[in-house]
């Protein structure tokens, strides 16, 4: 399975963007699909996941109301809408698909993953 981000970039506070991560290889949809986070000298943090059908989703607690996880299954491709970004939200955002997604995603679930991509809010 190889996973590539896009959609990164640098914005101001409340604003939004987009995260899209395209899939190829593997069997689509026997993945389960997250994002994760991570700034420099902290542990990855579980943003939101979901499973292949879309009928559990699971957010961080930090993120519920103001992110979005979706995904097109034609085009083989996930999304994180998100929206009234915060200076904290600041971090690389990888794309992974794996075994598992449960309100804890945890990172140890997901054994692909992409590159990252940045995403920068200031105030």
């Known amino acids: 399975v190889q996973l590539v981000e896009s959609g990164g970039g640098s914005v101001q506070a409340g604003e939004s963007l987009r995260l899209s991560c395209a899939i190829s290889g593997g069997t689509y949809g026997n993945y389960y699909m997250a994002w994760f986070r991570q700034v420099p000298g902290k542990e990855r943090e579980g943003v939101s996941c979901?499973?292949?059908?879309?009928?559990?989703?699971y957010y961080a607690n930090s993120v519920k109301g103001r992110f979005t996880i979706s995904k097109d299954n034609g085009n083989k491709t996930l999304y994180l809408q998100m929206n009234s970004l915060k200076p904290e939200d600041t971090a690389m955002y990888f794309c992974?698909?794996?075994?598992?997604?449960?309100?804890?995603?945890?990172?140890?679930?997901?054994?692909?993953w992409g590159q990252g991509t940045q995403v920068t809010v200031s105030s």
């Open positions: 992974a698909s794996g075994g598992k997604c449960s309100a804890r995603i945890r990172a140890s679930d997901f054994g692909y």
């Open positions: 979901t499973s292949w059908d879309g009928a559990h989703i």
